[in-house]
């Protein structure tokens, strides 16, 4: 996990992270995706029209732990199906 690149989906305007929140918690897991494309796909599929204001950048595997404790996130969702979605939860100890 920390030698792979994965991809983020973030705000252009605020600059937040895509998130989910599966049980209803003020943090919330970071969503991640294993190809750029993947990234978009979910972005098409889930905000159409929100797309414009949003953008997919890259972080390393390694900066992830990092991200998580600066921005309050109690883990990952890593995206196995954009389209569904299948997302795997993964929390941070």
Known sequence: ???ETYYLIRSKTDGKYLTARPDDS????LLIFKENF???SYLNTHAGELAVKLGVESIPGYQ???LLKRWGFIGVGIVED???PK???LRRE
């Open 64 to 66: 992830i732990s990092g």
């Open 82 to 84: 954009p389209l569904l």
């Open 87 to 89: 997302i795997e939860f």
């Open 26 to 29: 003020e943090s919330g897991y």
């Open 1 to 3: 996990m920390f030698s």
């Open 38 to 40: 993947d990234a978009l």
